[in-house]
Structures are given as C-alpha cells and as structure tokens.
C-alpha cells in the first residue's frame, strides 16, 4: 500500500524553491520533514497551490460555488498529510502538485458522482492525464451523527491525554519519544495518562452511542 | 476488561505487535465476544481521535485561507487584476501613440534616431557569470534594486527586537508538568527559543489560535524566524480587529514588516500612526527608522 516514486518538486514555486534551497534537501526529504511533523511544509504547499487548484477544478467540473472547492482543497490537503503522516506516503512517481491534484480529482469526482456527472471522467482524462498507479488513499467518511459524538468526545478529554493520545496513535511516536516530548520524568507516567485516557475515551464514547442508540458495530 | 489486554489492544493500536501477535489479537476478537465489543470501542475511539486532528487541520486551512485571501485582496481591490493591467496597457499605449503621432515637433524617425555624443557615456561592465561554479540562475544585474532593499532590510534587522513585557513571563505560574500548548508558546517565547514556540502555537485550540493577543505574540514568533510576510498578514487583522492589547505596538511590527518587503510607504505610515499613541514601548526606534526614511 506504498506509493513509491521519485519526487521532483517545481523550482517554478518560489515558495517551495527557497525551502527546498534554503534546507539544503531534497523534495523526499520535506515528505519526510512533514512526516515527522514539521507543518510548516503542509503550510507552504497548501499556499503554494490553493489558488492553481480552485482555478482549475472551477473550470474542469464547472463549479461555480468557492466554498465547494475551498472544501475539496481542505480534504485534499488532510488526505495527503494524513498518507504521509501514517508512512503510506513516502516518495512519489510524479510532482507533488500532480499528486494532490489527483487526490482533489477523485475528491470531486465523488461529489460529481453523487449528482449524477459521471461525464466529466472523460473530459478530464482526455485533457489531463491522470495516472492511475498513483496510489491515493481515501479515507472512509463515517456518517455525521457518529462524527459529532466521536468528536465531542474528544474534547471531553483533559488536553494532556488528548495530545498524548495524537502523538501516541496519529503521529506514531513511541512511549519514550512522547516522555521527551512533553517533559515527562518517567515512560510509566507517560503510559498510565496514555491508558487512562484511551479508556475514558472508550467509556464516554460508548456511553453516548448507547444513549443515542447508534451502537451498531 | 484485564490490563493486559488493554496493553495488547494499544500496542495493536499503535501498530506495535507482530503479525503473528496481530493474528492472535483478531482470532480472539472473532472467538470472544467481551473481547470483540472492547476491542470495536477501541478502534472507534481512535476513529475520533482521527477525525477530531481532522477538525484542527480545516482549522488551519481556514487561517490560511483568510491570509491568502486577505493577500490576494490586498492587491486587487475587488476588481479582477488582470483588468487592471490590460487597462494600464491601453492608457500607456495611447500615451505613446499620441507622443509620437500629434508631437508635431517629433517624428517617429527623430525619437529612434537620437545620436549622442558617447565620449562621456560610463558603460556598465560586461555580465559574465561562470556558471559552471554556481547552480544559481543568471540574474541580471539591476543596480537600482540593492540600494533600495538592502537600507530597508538593516533598518529591520537594527530595529527588530521581540515585543516583551512581564505579563509575558509565566515562569511564575505553572510547573512544567502541567504546562498547556499556550504555556509553552509564552515560555518559549519569553526564553526566546522561537522554533518550539512556533511549534506551540500550532498545537494550541483554534479557539486560543484566533485570540489576537496570541496572534501579535506568533506574529513576533514569525519575524524572528524571519517570516515577515505571514507576520504581516497576522498583523494587519490584529490591527484591524483592535480586540488585543497589544493592538497599538502591533503597528510599529507591520511598519517592520513593511520595510523588509520594500513597502516604504506603508512602512511611513504605520510608523506615524504608531507615534499617534503616547502609550507605546518602541516611540524611539519608531522615531529613529522614520527619520531615515526621510533622509
């Protein structure tokens, strides 16, 4: 489930160029820069394409609506990170822009798909080609009544454990990484917040999907 | 449910078993039923924790959105950019084709054929860059543009100092162990270690992300680093907002940040709108960068 390739990213975006120049690395290395957490290299792209991306997909599937296009750039930019973060993503076969690009496509393409557009696909192939190997994950929508009370439940949690819990289950450090982290004297102190917190987690979420009758899993 | 099989549900979790202790934890999820519910619970629970960091990041992208908006905006003015250049093309057409066509004084001929007596012309050296010792593209030589932005970027660097006052410093407040994401920016911030502090803000809620006090505090974080354009946005919607305390020093930092992007005039007018306020930290440095300006 890796896509594998070379990344080569555009010295056109000047954004991107002087980060690239200025750290002295190659563009595998700011995947691996924002898989270890450095942000600022999700910024920089987002930035670098927002503008390039709402201009072309406004005119390949003919939306008008902004917002519609503004939240299919969010969902791109999340699916991407998300791919890297979770070493799915570690190198590319093609440039970063066509590969959230690609993500953004099939973004649309789902929405399109809803609404009966299922036209579009050939449009947008014969003018742009779209490599099928590039291996995008999509990440599954869980409907929005569970989401509201996952998420609710969440911040339910002291901040300590909710950031434990990121760093322990989004972002893959380890007990001792996090007890560095986060100033922690002892790896015990870090894996009791860790374990309670996952369970009062458990608790509150299994509580409310009981009471709103949801729990069907 | 036992210890150990929370501590083998984590571990499975956090992807940490081997295959074949996975195999073991999901064949015990099909065979007992406890075991199968506690173990969905936790999946699920990671689930939220996954939507929930889903949640920050649209966040983000929404600050982004309203910088580059605001960017975009700042330059345009409503009307589509490239109007505006296509009328600017047109006017300056005219201009030259009523120069030479009505000057009756001037003909297209004179205005080509302008003969100058070159004995004392300074011609420029001949460009000639090795490019083999460098992989930096050929630029051509402007003289005019140094000596404009490198002044403004020493009066930046001669006046930029971090905003600092003691309400700042929480050394006072709170034990290290129970520092939250807003502590550690101000510490870090207050010890000057800019980088973790950037790296505190990020991780702050949104809602303390969108507090304008923190924003002025992030937007000194960012000059330091020497973002000054991001700083700049952020800046500007303190100023705009006036919700902050800081709403008033907020504008001697965009007339920084003016300068180092070359916008002097801007830079002049931050600057003497900052020494309106008789409340104000930096009135002397303020004062200093206008008279050099002015030189």
Known sequence: MRAEATLSFSSRHSGLYVMEKENKTSANALLHSLSGGNMAVLDQLYDDYRDDFIRWAGQRFHIQNR?????????????????????????LTCEVKTYLFTIGYRRLLKMHNKLKRTDLVDEFDANISIDESINVYEYEEVNEQHQTILKDAVKELPEKSRQI??????????????????????????????????????????ERMDAEKVWNR | MEQIDQSLIERYLANELTLSERNAVERRAQDDAQFR?????????????KLSERDALKNRFRQRDKMLDQKNNGGRQGTPFYMLMMTAAAVIS??????????????????????????????????????LKTNKPVQPQNPSRPKSVKPMQQIFAENFEAYKDETMDIASRSDEEDLTPTDKLLLNYWEGNYKEAQVAFNNMTPKDRQNDNYRFIYANVLMSLNKTTEAGLILTGVQQNHKSIYASESRFYLGLCNLKAGKIEEARKNLEAY???????HKEKAKKILAALNE
């Open chain 2, 275 to 281: 020494l309106d306020d008789q409340d104000v930290q």
């Open chain 2, 37 to 49: 519910k506690d173990f969905a619970e936790y999946q699920l629970s990671i689930e939220a924790i």
């Open chain 1, 165 to 206: 819990l990121v760093m322990r289950f989004m972002d893959g450090k380890s007990v001792p990484e996090i007890m560095k982290a986060l100033g922690y004297t002892s790896e015990n102190a870090v894996s009791v917040t860790l374990s309670r917190g996952l369970k009062r987690l458990k608790e509150i979420i299994s």
């Open chain 2, 94 to 131: 005219i201009l030259v084709a009523w120069y030479f066509l009505y000057t009756p004084d001037r003909t297209i001929d004179e205005a080509k054929n302008e003969t100058r007596d070159s004995t004392f012309l300074v011609q420029n050296p001949p460009v000639v860059i090795d490019t």
């Open chain 1, 67 to 91: 917002d519609d296009l503004i939240d299919a750039w969010h969902d791109t930019m999340i699916m991407f990170y998300e791919n890297v973060r979770d070493k799915k993503l570690t190198h």
